[in-house]
């Protein structure tokens, strides 16, 4: 009776320790209540809430990630468009600025020569001013180059500029240019780079385009609806008039301008 006392004594003091320090006892143990019974504790490890997800859940999380996929896609494709259309107005306005400089170029040359032509053959007397016939052409082309420029005849200047000494030109019986070895005051061809792309790498090949009007003048600036020089020209030239000084009716020289067609998707961009 007394071992028993002992055991039951010992068993107790360790259920009593372990509920007061709240240890587990891994398997069943029994706690001694005071009256002569027992109670059987079974411990082991706390109640976890069970791992998953439910349908709602998912529903949601897939939802987010399709959205969260749109956005990136449309993001990204802007941000690609938005470059490359960067890109093309940037090489458009390179293309503008390499033209606005030849014809100007182009222009002041040919003003030049007909200004020299007309005071090499312009003799100055006490009543009058005797011109060369050299002369009186010179100071009738430059009467027509203005009236062809308030005419905004772009194409009909352009022609005049490739082949001075043409026939329609009214400069077809000078010598012009002047220049020793040159017959254009408007390059007669020029070699165009095209840039393509394969497998995501740039190609650049080169297109040699002949110059004999506005048109391919216009292609060989890759001023064209693609960017090329086999697309569409969707640009416009005004030449403007020169200076005038012999006619009576003095006129200011101005420079050209370049400029979109109105209604194509490159004058609404710029």
Request: aromatic share 8%.
């Amino acid at each position: 009776m007394l071992k028993m006392i002992k055991a039951l004594g010992t068993s107790n003091k360790k259920a009593r320790e372990c509920y007061e320090t709240g240890a587990v006892i891994q398997g069943p143990w029994a706690r001694y209540s005071g009256d002569w019974t027992w109670t059987v504790i079974h411990a082991g490890p706390p109640a976890m809430k069970a791992k998953g997800f439910t349908l709602i859940e998912l529903v949601v999380a897939c939802t987010l990630l399709i959205m969260l996929s749109m956005i990136a896609t449309t993001s990204t494709f802007n941000f690609v468009q938005a470059t490359a259309n960067l890109k093309a107005q940037y090489n458009n306005i390179q293309n503008i600025m390499l033209l606005h400089g030849v014809l100007a170029n182009a222009k002041l040359n040919y003003a030049t020569d007909l200004a020299f032509e007309i005071a090499q053959g312009t003799t100055v007397t006490s009543s009058q001013l005797i011109l060369t016939p050299q002369a009186q052409e010179a100071q009738h082309a430059v009467q027509q180059w203005n009236i062809s420029a308030n005419q905004n005849d772009g194409s009909t200047l352009i022609s005049w500029l490739i082949n001075p000494s043409g026939t329609g030109s009214p400069t077809a019986g000078l010598q012009l240019p002047l220049n020793p070895g040159s017959t254009s005051y408007l390059p007669t061809s020029r070699n165009v780079p095209v840039t393509t792309y394969s497998n995501g790498n740039p190609v650049t090949t080169y297109v040699l385009v002949q110059i004999t009007d506005i048109t391919s003048l216009l292609k060989a600036y890759q001023l064209t609806d693609d960017g090329t020089p086999t697309g569409n020209p969707v640009a416009t030239i005004s030449v403007g008039p020169m200076l005038d000084v012999w006619s009576g009716a003095y006129t200011r020289p101005t420079l050209p301008i370049i400029d979109w067609r109105s209604g194509t998707p490159q004058e609404i961009q710029f």
